[in-house]
């Protein structure tokens, strides 16, 4: 099959956005097909193109046996609601233009959503192209900006969800990443083009790798917990800064927050207001020597804002750490809640609540034979059911159905 496949965010970018494009893309090349990603050019999420973009329009490259076109976006770093439909107009405008001078034929366009708006250059495509038309939906938006209070435009609300349905009608098919987001599309009256490609993890570059990483970083008398990940609005900051400040309290544990995002100003002033000098942010860290600071961690927290909305999530994160063998404390329920426990390679607390987080730490912090266990019950548990070459071949024979 020759797929185009459009996702607004990719490498050298890292989130789970961009480490499944180009894991799915990868390994479908792998599996004899030809991929041509469209992308932006990185800058996610600081919202600063590097140099060698500027002044350009479009760029070529190649990735992982993947061909990668990437183009031009309105990018800030200043996050409004104006700058950032600058920044996903411009995209959906750009990739469409470059998509439009793209030689040859074309068996599926493939586009991931959120951002939302990919999936108009997508339909558009495929259609300018004679192919089918695949829509991944990885979060159901505009419902998920509305219910974090990201969007509150009642016009854009309406506009917005009409387009949604306009994606949801014309697909050849919809790709669901969870049992809930499956649930939704198939209970809307889509049961019958929805297909279900779960969230995963790359189990050959996420594996426990700790030893040095944890001698060069000084973390050898120390219970270290890590969070990698997004600094955002859905992960509740503001919980995980109460509870450094509560774990202030025992001696020996400190916290790593690894990555960038919106709220991490927020954070840097949380730490100087609260003196949290057991907490320590890394910053963003390449997406190669992840599993490296993942692995040196004696456990990982995967949290998520108390919400209904994520009751249906199932954040890749959590297969990162499993896939290290450190034992994850979860505070996402519903879905995730369910694979953990099935798992037995964590613990689940609720949502937000950071005493419940705190006795998980302490349980796992008293008890080293404890996190061995959990470690190698999920490692084993995500090498069977979550690995992303395994998902690719999932995906490869839904595509080949059309």
């Known amino acids: 099959m020759r797929i185009l496949y459009i996702s607004q965010y990719f490498p050298p970018e890292i989130g789970a956005t961009q480490t499944r494009a180009i894991e799915m893309a990868s390994n479908l090349v792998r599996q004899g097909h030809q991929v041509t990603v469209l992308t932006e050019f990185p800058n996610h999420p600081k919202g600063i193109i590097p140099e060698k973009y500027r002044g350009r329009f479009i760029e070529h490259d190649r990735v992982g046996g993947v061909d990668v076109i990437r183009t031009w976006v309105y990018a800030r770093p200043n996050k409004t609601f104006l700058t950032r439909m600058g920044f996903y107009l411009s995209f959906m405008f750009t990739s469409f233009i470059a998509g439009l001078f793209l030689r040859g034929k074309f068996d599926i366009v493939y586009a991931t959503s959120p951002p939302f708006f990919v999936g108009v250059t997508g339909l558009l495509l495929s259609r300018l192209k004679s192919a089918r038309f695949v829509f991944e939906v990885r979060d159901l938006w505009p419902q998920s900006a509305v219910e974090l209070g990201e969007l509150s435009n009642k016009t854009f609300i309406r506009w917005a969800e009409r387009l949604e349905n306009v994606y949801y009608k014309k697909a050849d098919f919809l790709i669901a990443v969870t049992k809930g987001i499956y649930r939704h599309l198939s209970a809307r009256g889509y049961s019958a083009k929805v297909r279900q490609v779960l ?204």
């Open 199 to 402: 969230n995963g993890t790359n189990t050959e570059l996420f594996y426990y790798r700790g030893v040095k990483k944890r001698q060069e970083m000084d973390w050898k008398d120390t219970f270290v917990v890590v969070y990698a990940g997004i600094l955002g609005i859905a992960q509740g900051m503001d919980q995980l800064c109460q509870l450094v400040e509560n774990c202030k309290a025992h001696s020996g544990i400190r916290f790593v927050f690894i990555g960038e995002g919106p709220q991490k100003e927020k954070v840097k002033l949380l730490q100087e207001r609260k003196e949290l000098h057991n907490l320590f942010l890394l910053g963003e860290v390449p997406r190669e020597i992840i599993p490296q600071y993942i692995s040196a961690a004696d456990c990982c927290l995967v949290p998520l804002k108390k919400n209904p909305l994520f009751l249906g999530a199932l954040p890749s994160k959590m297969f990162d750490c499993m896939a290290c063998e450190r034992p994850v404390i979860l505070s996402v329920d519903g879905e995730a809640r369910r694979v953990l426990e099935e798992s037995e390679g964590g613990i689940y607390v609720e949502p937000e609540n950071t005493q419940q987080m705190e006795k998980a730490i302490l349980r796992l912090k008293n008890s080293p034979t404890l996190c061995r266990k959990m470690g190698k019950a999920g490692r084993e548990y995500v090498k069977q059911n979550f690995s992303r070459r395994q998902k690719a071949l999932e995906l490869e024979k839904i595509l080949l159905e059309l």
